[in-house]
T-cell receptor, first 114, second 113 residues
Framework: AQSVTQLGSHVSVSEGALVLLRCNYS??????LFWYVQYPNQGLQLLLK??????LVKGINGFEAEFKKSETSFHLTKPSAHMSDAAEYFC????????????FGKGTTLSVSS | NAGVTQTPKFRVLKTGQSMTLLCAQD?????MYWYRQDPGMGLRLIHY???????AKGEVPDGYNVSRLKKQNFLLGLESAAPSQTSVYFC????????????FGSGTRLTVV
């Protein structure tokens, strides 16, 4: 069955450090892939999406992600973390079935310390 | 503003009570989805619809029913609420295919006591 795996339920970085959030997908064909951010008690906000146009995708707030077919990965990075980046991040893939519903990973909570 | 509207935003139910969550979108989207979000579990698909009058089961459909009588509305029903259904529920829609943007509602926080 199609799935999305986020490695690390909790990642802690210092302000100014590199942010790396890992995401791997399993699918018979490369799906469309997404990263969402959720701040406490809020809804989901789209950070970026991969739709096969380019393997390096730039998103909002300085985040970017690289699609690597050989590794079935779509890791999210940001060169320099800000305190405001502290949130929960979800990787998602568009389902091959289920009416193209998004299949979500379990999420990674990012903490940023000063 | 165009988007997905969920009502209510908060609700507390007693075990055994029933209720309906409403998702309304004004973008003429074909596909609509209901998810539940639980700590450490991400968002899981409950039911979905690929058009007016059609519904299908997702990953965690037990205890829920849905209806899509009008294209713009997708209703999620709990016939007999259980504490295990305490969760945050999100609705989403998309025109069709996954290249476009999925639009999410702001969520409904449901507590069953």
């Amino acid at each position: 069955a199609q799935s999305v795996t986020q490695l690390g339920s909790h990642v802690s970085v210092s302000e100014g450090a590199l942010v790396l959030l890992r995401c791997n997908y399993s699918s018979s064909v490369p799906p469309y892939l997404f990263w969402y951010v959720q701040y406490p008690n809020q809804g989901l906000q789209l950070l970026l999406k991969y739709t096969s146009a380019a393997t390096l995708v730039k998103g909002i707030n300085g985040f970017e992600a690289e699609f690597k077919k050989s590794e079935t990965s779509f890791h999210l990075t940001k060169p320099s973390a800000h305190m405001s980046d502290a949130a929960e991040y979800f990787c998602a893939a568009a389902s091959e079935q289920a009416g193209t519903a998004l299949i979500f990973g379990k999420g990674t909570t990012l903490s940023v310390s000063s | 503003n165009a988007g997905v509207t969920q009502t209510p935003k908060f609700r507390v139910l007693k075990t055994g009570q029933s209720m309906t969550l409403l998702c309304a979108q004004d973008m003429n989207h074909e596909y609509m989805y209901w998810y539940r979000q639980d700590p450490g579990m991400g968002l899981r698909l409950i039911h979905y619809s690929v058009g007016e009058g059609t519904t299908a089961k997702g990953e965690v459909p037990d205890g829920y029913n849905v209806s899509r009588l009008k294209k713009q509305n997708f209703l999620l029903g709990l016939e007999s609420a259980a504490p295990s259904q305490t969760s945050v529920y999100f609705c989403a829609s998309i025109q069709g295919g996954s290249n476009g943007g999925y639009t999410f509602g702001s969520g409904t926080r449901l507590t069953v006591v």
